[in-house]
C-alpha cells in the first residue's frame, strides 16, 4: 500500500493535471478513488496514533506509581538515618556497626546561610535584580492595537486530535 505522502502527491499531480477534463465523471470517480484510499490511510495513522497514545497513558501511569513507590522509599530510607543520626549523638558516638559502618560526617556544598531581615532591607551590593517581561500586559497592548517594536503577535499553532 502505497504511503500518506505518495497519496497526497498523487492527488494534488492529479488534480492539477486534469483542471478543465472533458468527462467529469471520469474526473469524479478518480478524484473520488484517490480521496478514498487517503482516507482509508488515515484511518491507519489514527489507528495507531490512538494505540500510541494509549500506551503513552499507560506508562504514564506506571510513571505515577513508580515515583509514588520510590518517594515512599525515599522517606523511608531519611527517616531511617534520622533515628540513626539521633541515636549514635545520644550515646556521643561518631559512628557504629561492625562491617558495615554508619558514620556521622558534615554535609558538603555550601555552607548553610540565614538572613536575618527581608532581601530587601539588604545592602544593594548584597541583592540581585531579576528583570522580566511582563508578558500579560504586552499581549494585553498588542491586542487593543497598540504598535509595540518590541513584540508582535504570532499566530496560533494548530494541532491533531484523533477521536
Known sequence: MAKLYELVAD???FVEENEGLEDE????DTLEGLQGE???K????????????AERDA??????RLYERYKAQDA???RMKDTLLMY???MGRKEGGKVLMAKIVKNGGA???ELLCQPEELPKAFRKVKIEADNTAIRDALAAGKKLKFARLLERGEHIKVG
Do not use: G
Open 25 to 28: 465523471q471520469i474526473y469524479k
Open 59 to 64: 506508562l504514564k501511569s506506571e510513571y505515577q
Open 88 to 90: 549514635l549523638r545520644a
Open 11 to 13: 492527488l494534488q499531480a
Open 76 to 78: 523511608q530510607v531519611s
Open 38 to 40: 487517503i482516507d482509508d
Open 111 to 113: 555552607q548553610p546561610l
Open 42 to 53: 488515515i484511518e491507519q495513522w489514527n489507528r495507531a496514533i490512538k494505540n500510541q497514545e
